[in-house]
């Protein structure tokens, strides 16, 4: 099994970016799919949370500017990220709770990039 991420770059602050987090491999099913990030000198924090029915939930500091999204047909979590500051600069890592036959595991993806410029 395996998770994917894609979509951080470069964006000033107010801009906007669209992660995806695509998980691939012998897949049984997937139950929570979250994103992380990790700013440098500093400890990975929860950005947001995704249940398998749709339910979501974000930590404080997202104030509504970032919308979590899955779609379970590909295995797939977004993240759109409107609004953002310098702040949110970080190295943003996906994880989803898989299960491979009878066995369940948490995965994490390689981490995606996000730079915000003031």
């Known amino acids: 099994v395996q998770l994917q991420a894609s979509g951080g770059g470069l964006v000033e602050t107010g801009g906007s970016l669209r992660l995806s987090c695509a998980a691939s491999?012998?897949?049984?099913?997937?139950?929570?799919m979250n994103w992380y990030r990790q700013a440098p000198g500093k400890q990975r924090e929860l950005v947001a949370g995704i249940t398998i029915d749709g339910s979501p939930n974000y930590a404080d500091f997202v104030e509504g500017r970032f919308t979590i999204s899955r779609d379970n047909a590909k295995n797939t979590v977004y993240l759109q990220m409107n609004s953002l500051k310098p702040e949110d600069t970080a190295v943003y890592y996906c994880?989803?709770?898989?299960?491979?036959?009878?066995?369940?595991?948490?995965?994490w993806g390689q981490g995606t990039q996000v730079t915000v410029s003031s």
């Open positions: 994880n989803a709770v898989i299960r491979v036959m009878l066995r369940r595991n948490i995965y």
């Open positions: 491999g012998r897949i049984s099913s997937i139950s929570d």
